[in-house]
């Protein structure tokens, strides 16, 4: 499994951290169920179990790359949350619920990974330990007990209060996991993961109350109806993901336009893209700037198109900064025509200014990206498709070279730590 | 806005007319009955929803929103409730003129009342202990029967109004918004075990948590619309971009697409293959920047060693937007856009029914443009005249049904004539730049292009 390798440096990374403790969780809660009238209602804890099992099978990727179980989690937090199932009182434990989530998320996961489509072990860690958070507070503690008699609106307010701080110490774990991986500062993946919460999170959470509530009264049958409305959301960020991964797509194949038509070297926009998307990352954007710096590195070079005679190589680096300024308004007006990638194209516009002038302070007028971009596209101009570590060592000393004006040292700073941690992995 | 036809004003009166005294025997009637607090708070609920449904109107999944309270006052408010409940949309916050918020009005109790009778026909009740599962079939079926009336009679409006045949308003716009309808309509169900005091008894306030998850849904879905639209202008600009190395094909791509669309629509083709099909359009010639710009350029007559280099682009157009996997259908289009039906086209010299349909599409559509747009070496054609040829090519280069779709569906259709709107761009006598340009002998779309390139001893078939 991938997320169960311990770093190479020999210190253990986040993802192992994360799904070792999942896994001692799992194994004592499943230990403690399993003994002799350990397991309390065994019918419903089958179905929510059943039902998470489903929604681990129909497992999708949000926008960003993120792994989300929706109605395994929603079913998850209802089970944890469940204080009456037809009127009689639902007195499960704690462990109980870690263990029939742990048991329904490998039994609905085992199809993905026999179709070799495993999700990163840390992932399903995460959200086991979330659960377990919320059983901790909720049931462990009491206060579903305390609940279970009072009246419906302060039971739905306690209810709603336990899936935000779930939620939210979903979010904190997986900010964890990702800083370590990343190399990128914590608030800013905090800030990054708690926005991608948000929306589908919230409805999670409330889908999972909502259950919880609604069991009381109609039993078994709260599970069918309340999947459906899930399914539907479910199904729009699905579509949502899946145009934004065309959109990514199209922009990667058509950005190979300057390739095939002799302008720049080949793979040149996708390896600029790569490394500045690193940078930016180590360098604590969100993740919206991370799309448009991603967008921005694989069109810099559309401009070029309109040149009638490619420079040699396509490498910019050695054109003249007028040139290369001109070159970067053309493509930029390209960009700007589209009418929805204002952002990317003042990127590309920007991308051949020196970050600060003589005599003058640093030019705040230059977005990051566009530095991003500038220092990284001279960088793979410079090393070019070879990759020698000479030519690596020689391109960045020659970046630091030009820090004074032309390069802006916190990313090139950046730049040479993504490409240590890129050496490292492919090591 | 054009007052609405006397057709369509007769069909809001009778709509009307149902409603009205409907709705008035059950204020009557179920008044002492109904639960006013609930009531007020459904109204409310319907209002907002209704409102933010009427400002994105375009958006099938806010149509459904109201959907919500609809169907919760069955079980809550009981089917004289429920009618009444449907007035409050008259209440909405919305811009719509005044008869269109009657007819909405009017044709929502008419839902209603259809509704509350299956309901209570099939035993549905108030919310109590023993309630499920018995309470989930009369509401599917009443929910069922609330959209299909729906559905319905706002078809017939706008039928009568926009004469749009029935059908093709119920697979286009009915159709799409029945999943959401559907979706929001069980919410209706949560809502009522949650609110009722002989449910869960959260009260009105369960409300805010119903609607979390719809409105978070209907914010996904949007996203989901806005980055499709962003999508498709990132496509057609960065085409544009490519165009701008080819002086021939200024909007070519754009216009292209278009017609394939129509062609597409006019033999009834399924409108997810035709929104793949107009991909296929836009990028079919993308693979001619790996042609060099010389030959693109060049004024004299091709040799056969430069036509086979042109010939090559439509493989290269593949090899580039491979990676975009959505495209699916598509790339066949691209592919085998120059293919003929005799089998003499390239790259692969399919024939028949070997070519795919996408293909047979783009090739006429890529035809007729190329004849309905200025040419160095010959003036534009009229669509008239272009038409004409693509029929005598009928059957050796392009596919019959596919000429003859074009034909009837450009008869239905008002065609920007190129002839025209082109020579204003690059009329040499506006612009000198493009004067002094090198003038190509030749576009590789033309169907006399393919005529002469093709072998000589099967030109006689």
Known sequence: MTGLRARPDGGLS??????????????????????????????????????????????????????????????????????????????????????????????????????????????????????????????????????????????????????????????????????????????????????????????????????????????????????????????SFRRYAAIRATSLQTIRSLSRVTELGGYTESGHSRRVSELSVAVGRELGMSDAELLDLEYAALMHDIGQLSLTEPIPGGATVVAAPAEQRRIAGLGADVIRQTGVLDGVATIVERQAEPYRRAHQGDDLAVPLASRIIKAVNAYDDLVGESGSVERQRDALERLRLGMAYEYDPRVVDSMAKAIERSARLTA | MDPLPLRARLYVIAVGALALPLLAFAIVRGWSSISVVDLAFLAVLYVISDSIGAKGSRDTVTIALGSVSAMAALPL???????????????????????????????????????????????????????FPYLILPFCVALAVHCFVNGALVSGIVHFAADVPLRHVWHGTIAKSVSGYVGYGLFGLLLAVLWSPRGAAVGPAAALLVLLPLFVARWAYAQYAEQQDAYDRTVRTLIAAVETKDLYTRGHSERVAAASVLIARQIGMREDRVASLRYAGMLHDIGKLGVPTRVLQKTSKLTEAEYAAVKLHPVRGLEMIREIEFLGEAFAGIMHHHERLDGLGYPMGLRGAQIPEFARAIAVADAFDSMTTTRSYRGARTAAQALEELRRCAGSQFDPSMVEALVAALADTVWQDQSEALFDQTAPEWDDAYEQLPRAQFDHDDPRASETHVPSQSSAQ
């Open chain 1, 14 to 235: 986040g993802q192992f951290v994360v799904s070792a403790a999942a896994a001692l969780l799992a194994v004592i809660a499943v230990v403690v169920t399993a003994s002799p009238h350990g397991l309390i209602r065994a019918d419903v804890a089958f179905a929510f179990g059943a039902f998470i099992a489903l929604g681990e099978l129909a497992r999708i990727t949000l926008p960003g790359g993120r792994d989300a179980a929706p109605i395994a989690t929603a079913g998850a937090l209802a089970y944890a949350l469940l204080t009456q199932f037809e009127q009689q009182s639902m007195r499960h434990g704690a462990l109980q619920v870690v263990a029939v989530v742990a048991v329904a998320m490998l039994v609905g996961v085992t199809p993905h990974v026999v179709a070799g489509r495993a999700p990163s072990a840390d992932t399903l860690a995460r959200r086991l330990l979330a659960v377990g958070f919320a059983v901790g507070v909720f049931r462990a503690t009491g206060l579903g007990d305390l609940v279970r008699d009072s009246k419906g609106f302060v039971e739905a307010l306690v209810m709603v209060a336990i899936v935000a701080a779930t939620l939210a110490v979903d979010a904190i774990i997986a900010a964890a996991v990702r800083a370590g991986t990343d190399g990128a500062p914590f608030a800013a993946v905090l800030r990054n993961e708690a926005r991608a919460q948000v929306g589908i999170g919230s409805a999670i959470g409330a889908t999972g109350a909502l259950i919880a509530l609604a069991a009381s009264i109609m039993g078994i049958w709260a599970l069918p109806v309340f999947v459906i409305p899930l399914l539907l959301t479910q199904f």
């Open chain 2, 77 to 131: 408010l009981g089917g004289w409730g429920a009618i009444v409940l449907a007035c409050s949309t008259a209440f909405a916050n919305d811009s719509r003129p005044l008869v269109k918020r009657f007819f909405n009005t009017s044709q929502l109790v008419l839902a209603a009342a259809a509704s509350a009778l299956a309901f209570t026909l099939l035993g549905g009740k108030a919310i109590s202990d023993d309630s």
